[in-house]
């Protein structure tokens, strides 16, 4: 586990395009998705949030320094009224991102790799950390839940054309 660099820009947007549909809801298209990637998560993209002191982006990589996944801090006050209506502890910090490669779930990479995040997150004198989850996505809820995650309320998610219904999760540091 370590902080990723502007470098590791190529391999997270290769890992995200890998990653990011599998937690999409059946309903989502792959056009919808490759627009959502193409906004938010290009190589472009992660070199700037690489580079922005408001952010954490964290990677786990195996001996060969291939990618096995990565999550992302946001520090910063939540600008959907709907997720700062639901949060009870503040200041907060947002998990933007939480994703491992297929390959690698259940070999104990997330756990590592959520605990490496919430410790970063304590780092930035955050009472609490918050994310959105898709409704219908009961295995990221489940992995949430068991790090000490609860649901505190809704939320909408744009992706490509659609606007899905996610979670507010939320736990406190």
């Known amino acids: 586990m370590r902080t990723a660099q502007a470098e590791d820009a190529g391999a997270l947007a290769e890992l995200a395009a890998v990653t990011f ?5 059946p309903g989502s298209t ?19 949030y690489a580079a922005d002191p408001s952010r954490v982006l964290l990677v786990a990589d195996d001996p060969t320094g291939a990618l096995l996944g990565y999550t992302m801090l ?17 200041p907060t910090v947002e998990l933007s991102k939480c994703y491992v490669h297929p390959d690698h779930h259940g070999s104990g990479v997330s756990s590592r790799l959520m605990a490496v995040t919430l410790e970063a ?11 959105g989850v898709n409704q219908l996505n009961d295995r990221a809820q489940r992995f949430y839940a068991r790090h000490g995650f609860a649901v505190v309320g809704t939320k909408h998610f744009q992706v490509g054309s659609r606007v899905e219904d996610d979670y507010v999760l939320e736990r406190p540091l």
Do not use: I, N, Y
């Not at 627009?35 to 993209?45: D, I, M, V």
């Open 30 to 48: 792959p056009a919808d998705q490759q627009t959502f990637l193409a906004q938010h998560l290009s190589a472009e993209r992660f070199a700037g």
């Open 74 to 90: 946001v520090h910063a006050t939540p600008a959907d009224p709907d997720v700062r209506a639901a949060l009870t502890l503040s």
């Open 21 to 25: 549909p599998l937690a999409c809801p």
């Open 121 to 131: 997150a304590r780092g930035t004198g955050a009472a609490g950390v918050w994310l």
